[in-house]
């Protein structure tokens, strides 16, 4: 998906300044107990579906769109697993930005996954136990707090 709008009147503004962003994830798992992982474009690394809210858009409507927008995937949400704020990232073309990121936990209900974007170089389902190497590393902590943590929402204390 291109930049979004909103990001793109900021930054003919600000340049490439830091730009502190809302963002939204998932950690999409099926019956089999599997995670839908994709494959970034800009890094090449493993990661949970994930995407910037618009602005006013609800966390949980956001989420729900990114899954089927990168995959192809109809999901629902269980429940919220985490809240975390990324390191700061910069990107190729040197714009700076930092995300709070809203993760959810999210049940396959239909779709074949597959690449449905221009984000992602690959779409796959893994079990919990070969989830590759290769992955993000706020990936890995919100499957670990997605699947490992308990019930209630981990967020840093």
Not at 14 to 32: Q, Y
Not at 72 to 90: F, H, K, M, Q, W
């Amino acid at each position: 998906m291109p930049i979004p709008e909103f990001i793109t009147a900021l930054r003919a503004k600000i340049g490439n300044d830091p730009l502190w962003l809302s963002g939204v994830s998932a950690v999409v798992v099926d019956d089999a107990d599997r995670v839908l992982l994709t494959r970034r474009v800009d890094n090449g690394k493993w990661a949970v579906v994930s995407g910037v809210l618009e602005p006013g858009e609800e966390p949980g409507p956001a989420a729900l769109r990114e899954i089927l927008e990168e995959t192809g995937v109809v999901a629902s949400l269980s429940r919220l697993s985490s809240v975390d704020v990324t390191e700061p990232i910069t990107y190729p073309n040197g714009d700076r930005t930092q995300y709070v990121d809203i993760c959810f936990v999210a049940l396959y209900l239909s779709g074949d996954a597959h690449v449905a974007d221009d984000e992602n170089l690959d779409v796959r389902w893994f079990a919990r136990d070969e989830i590759p190497a290769d992955l993000t590393e706020t990936s890995a902590l919100r499957i670990a707090k997605a699947l490992d943590h308990g019930p209630e929402a981990w967020f840093r204390r």
